[in-house]
């Protein structure tokens, strides 16, 4: 099928409730066995929660993609399932004592502005959508290996630090093309 005639055919409509949602929204229930492990000191229990939440994450597009479910609605909830769950982890740890504060603070700052500068995007181009980062893909990624690092008793400190200039320059990067890079497919 050509370009032309993917553009002008109607988009198949995929119900909310679909086996790749059911497999994203799972990963909440790995939350309150998360802090059970965390406040128990269980430190290879909470690494277990955080790599099951993790396996989930990447199961949830295997699903889309087998039972042909994938949605832009299945798309926006995985990145906000990643920022709420990857979000709670890191505070969590952060709460205990486990991974440092600041650098926790300011991850979770510049997460909030991406989804601030994302759904600037959305308005932009006029209709639900998800912003495609290669980028902030892999600081998703990162993050999960932080969690890793901050329940596996590592040590943290020099990994956490590094890791808000390089979620800086992605967020800069992201918001340029969010903000004023014309929107991709749109006619001039």
């Known amino acids: ?8 055919a109607p988009e198949r409509v995929v119900s909310k ?38 396996l989930l994450d990447k199961v949830d597009g295997l699903v889309a993609k087998i039972f042909n479910c994938r949605s832009v609605f299945g798309e926006l909830f995985d990145a906000i399932t990643d920022g709420i769950c990857y979000g709670f982890c890191l505070i969590i740890l952060a ?17 909030l502005l991406n989804s601030a500068l994302r759904a600037i995007y959305v308005k932009r181009v006029g209709r639900a959508t998800n912003y495609k980062s ?3 893909e892999r ?3 990162y993050t999960a290996y932080l969690l890793g690092f901050g329940t596996s008793n590592f040590e943290v400190d020099f990994y956490y630090w590094l890791f808000v200039p390089l979620m800086v320059v992605v967020v800069i990067h992201d918001a340029k093309r969010m903000l004023i890079d014309a929107i991709p497919g749109a006619t001039a």
């Open 1 to 8: 099928m050509s370009a032309a005639a993917k553009a002008s």
């Open 17 to 54: 409730l679909n086996p790749a949602n059911a497999v994203t929204a799972s990963r909440f229930l790995c939350l309150p066995p998360f802090v059970w492990a965390v406040d128990n000191g269980f430190h290879q229990w909470a690494t277990l929660f955080v790599l099951i939440c993790g």
């Open 134 to 136: 290669y980028a902030m």
């Open 95 to 111: 709460a205990y004592g486990w991974v440092p504060v600041i650098p926790v603070i300011a991850v979770i700052g510049l997460g």
């Open 139 to 141: 600081i998703v990624a």
